[in-house]
C-alpha cells in the first residue's frame, strides 16, 4: 500500500442524527428511517505530533492513553483509521467539537468516530470509500454498542434521511411540505448499550410477548417510509404515537419522556416519541408548520426540556 508520512492537519465532519422510526427493531432485521441533523454538526481535527497521541474533547483534554473507558470507542476509531492510512505509529492531536449533548440518542459515539476516522485519512491523504468509511466506524461503535446495527454510522455521515436494513441504506429523497421536526433533550444520559443489552436479555427470555412488539416496531418504520413518499404527515405522526407506546411496552421510555412527549402532543404535534436507545435522551415530535413547530418547542421547554432544536423536514437537496 502506498504511504504517506502526514504533515498537514486533516478535517471531518459528520453529523447528530435522529431515528424517525425503527430504533431497536433495527438490530432485529427490520427496516428503520433515520434523518441526520446537518444543523449539529460534529467536527474533529488531526494534526501530527510529536510525542504522545493527544485528545481534546468536549470530556477530556489529555494523552489519548489516559482517556479511560468511556473514550473506547473515539480511542478504536483512530486506532482504526492511522492503521488503514497506513501510518499506525504517527502521533496526532484530536480535537472533536460538537454543539450537542453526548449520551442523548443522537448518535454522539458514531458521530464522533465517523469524524475522527475521516480526520486522520484526510492528514494522511488516504482515499476511503463509503464502505470503508461506514465498516472502520463500525468498528468503533461495537466497542460503544456491542453489537450496533450500523444505522448511526450510516445516519451520521449521510447527506439525506435514510432507510437502513440488514446493513444496508438507501436515500429517501420525499418530503412532506411544511414538516418540521421538533427534538427536545430530557436531560437524562441514555445507555445504548444497556438499552440494547436489556432488550435482548428479555427478547430471549420471554420471545412470544417481546418478538411482536418488535416486529410492530419495523411495520411501523415500513408505514414511515410510504407516510414520506406520499407526502402524509397525519400518517408518519401516528406511527410515531404508537412507536412510543410500543417502545414504553419494550420499558425503554421513562416518565421524563412519556412526559414531553404528551406535552409535544398537547401543544398539537401531529406524533411524538422517544428517539434512538431511550432509557433517557431525547424525544422528536412531529410539527406540520414551522409556527406549530415553534409552539411544541415552546411547551417542551416549559415542560422542563434543557435544550431543544428544530429540523426542517423537506429535504430538498439530495445529490447522489
Ligand atoms: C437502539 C439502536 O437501534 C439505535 C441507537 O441509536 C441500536 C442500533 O441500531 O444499533
Known sequence: MERHSPTREGRGRTWAKAILLGEHSVVYGHPAVAVPLHDLPMQATATPVPGPSWLNSLD???????????????????????????CPEQSFEITTRSDFP???????????????????????????????????????????????????????????????????????????EQAHLV??????????????????????ENTGAIGPLIDELGALAQTAVTA???????????????????????????????????????????????????LGGCVIALADSAQAADRIRSALERSGAPATWTHRMPVSEVKE
Open 60 to 86: 477530556h483534554r489529555g494523552p489519548m492513553d489516559q482517556a479511560g473507558p468511556r473514550f473506547a470507542c473515539v480511542v478504536r476509531a483512530f486506532e482504526a483509521a492511522r492503521e488503514f492510512s497506513g
Open 102 to 176: 453526548h449520551e442523548r440518542g443522537l448518535g454522539s459515539s458514531a458521530a464522533a468516530a465517523g469524524a475522527i476516522i475521516r480526520a486522520v485519512l484526510d492528514a494522511c491523504r488516504r482515499k476511503a470509500s463509503a464502505d470503508d468509511l461506514f465498516a472502520l466506524t463500525q468498528l468503533a461503535e461495537q466497542v460503544a454498542h456491542g453489537k450496533p446495527s450500523g444505522l448511526d454510522a450510516a445516519a451520521t455521515s449521510s447527506p439525506h434521511p435514510i432507510r437502513f436494513k440488514g446493513g444496508r441504506m438507501r436515500p429517501l429523497s420525499q418530503c412532506i
Open 183 to 204: 427534538i427536545a433533550d430530557s436531560g437524562v444520559h441514555g445507555s445504548t448499550r444497556q438499552a440494547v443489552g436489556g432488550l435482548r436479555l428479555r427478547y430471549e
Open 228 to 278: 414520506l413518499g406520499d407526502g402524509d404527515a397525519p400518517a408518519l405522526g401516528a406511527a410515531m404515537d404508537r412507536a412510543h407506546t410500543v417502545l414504553a411496552e419494550l420499558d425503554l421510555s421513562l416518565p421524563v419522556l412519556d412526559e414531553l412527549t404528551a406535552s409535544a402532543r398537547r401543544a398539537g404535534a401531529l406524533g411524538a416519541k422517544l428517539t434512538g436507545g431511550g
